[in-house]
């Protein structure tokens, strides 16, 4: 008879020559423990808060790096290490609400002023959004996605078809008047460049404000408001916005609104904001460049000599351009009823299927 000592279990060697005991399955020890999910980290703020500290912060900082860097100028003129560009004499003579005036004279220095403004907007948003909503500029919808250029594309295409329509709607009706082509660039400037420099401006323009509109703003308030409240909302901010423009108006600032609603409804479609931001890029570009218009009161040189036969009439928007027009507002209706249209017609399908 064995003694006690050998009904006891005894560790048994593993593969690894480690002991095991014999009620253990040894392919559990050699699992990992379970990964901890970390926490996951709330915005500080609601978001009516956050929109609002988003849209204050904005020009406080703004104007804040923009007294930092005048004094930073002004030392590096009164030492002598740089010179100061001959334009101080002339924006003494302008006020400070001459917007038009001040565009004059700082033109040879717009798209300096766009690519900073830019890069400026990418940076505030992205340090903003990443403290305060524990979010990335990709989770804004800049990520490059698969189908991502093809949506910046369509967007493009979609903004070339509308402006082409209003732009055709007021030759017919004899709005405008083209004379012929016109030489797109300034006197002295090659004519490749400023193309390119026209188009990097828009680009930029298109990516930082639909970045600060429908990256930030929308999102914020669709976090708590919905899809309807978050478009109305976010589209009169980006309207007011536009309000400091040369010959804005009540009627611009009803058409900008509408304009912001397409950029909305374009983010909602692809969840990304490749689609408005080519849309953007792209009605700016044509409305300046090709049909030589001016783009929310901001005159260019474009490829076509273009006469308007009304200047001060509703249906051409008089110096602001076509977006404060009765044309533009025809075609965003249009536009927006073809939409409604369609999802109607197909709500009852996909409820069948």
């Known amino acids: 008879m064995e003694s006690p000592e050998h009904d006891r279990d005894e560790p048994v060697p593993s593969a690894t020559g480690a002991s095991v005991a014999p009620n253990v399955d040894p392919s559990a020890l050699a699992q990992p423990p379970a990964a901890t999910v970390p926490p996951r980290r709330e915005p500080l703020f609601g978001p009516y808060v956050s929109v609002l500290l988003y849209i204050v912060g904005y020009f406080v900082v703004g104007i804040a790096i923009s007294m930092v860097l005048a004094m930073a100028m002004g030392l590096l003129v009164g030492f002598g290490l740089v010179q100061m560009p001959p334009i101080e ?35 505030y948003t992205w340090v903003f959004a990443l403290a305060l909503d524990r979010k990335r500029l990709r989770d804004l919808g800049l990520r490059l996605h698969r189908g991502w250029f ?11 078809l509308i402006m082409g329509v209003i732009f055709t709607f007021s030759l017919a009706v004899g709005s405008i008047r083209v004379e012929g082509f016109a030489r797109a660039a300034p ?19 298109g990516v930082y404000e639909e970045l600060m509109f429908r990256g930030y703003i929308l999102q914020r308030l669709n976090d708590r408001a919905g ?39 374009l983010y909602f479609r692809t969840g990304s904001l490749w689609m ?17 218009l001016p783009v929310s009161g901001i005159p260019l040189y474009g490829v076509l000599e273009v006469v308007e036969i009304e ?27 073809w939409l409604i249209w369609k999802r109607t017609k197909r709500g009852p399908t996909e409820g069948h299927s």
């Open 89 to 123: 004499e002339e924006l003494a003579t302008i006020g400070l609400m001459d917007i038009e005036g001040i565009l004059k004279i700082m033109e040879p220095y717009l798209l300096h002023l766009v690519v900073a403004s830019g890069i400026y907007t990418i940076l």
């Open 150 to 160: 093809g949506n910046f594309g369509k967007g493009a295409a979609l903004a070339i």
């Open 187 to 205: 006197e002295g400037t090659s004519v490749l460049v400023y193309f390119l420099g026209v188009f990097l401006a828009f680009l930029t323009v």
């Open 227 to 265: 899809k309807t409240v978050s478009i109305l909302v976010s589209s009169v901010i980006f309207a007011v916005m536009h309000y400091l423009n040369p010959g804005a108006d009540a009627f611009g600032i009803f058409n900008t609104i509408g304009i912001g609603a397409i950029l909305c409804v």
């Open 276 to 292: 408005p931001i080519g849309f953007h890029m792209a009605w700016n570009f044509s409305l300046g460049y090709l049909y030589s």
């Open 311 to 337: 200047p001060a009439s509703r249906l051409t928007g008089g110096s602001y351009g076509p977006e404060a027009g009765l044309a533009c507002t025809v075609a965003l209706a249009v536009w927006a009823a």
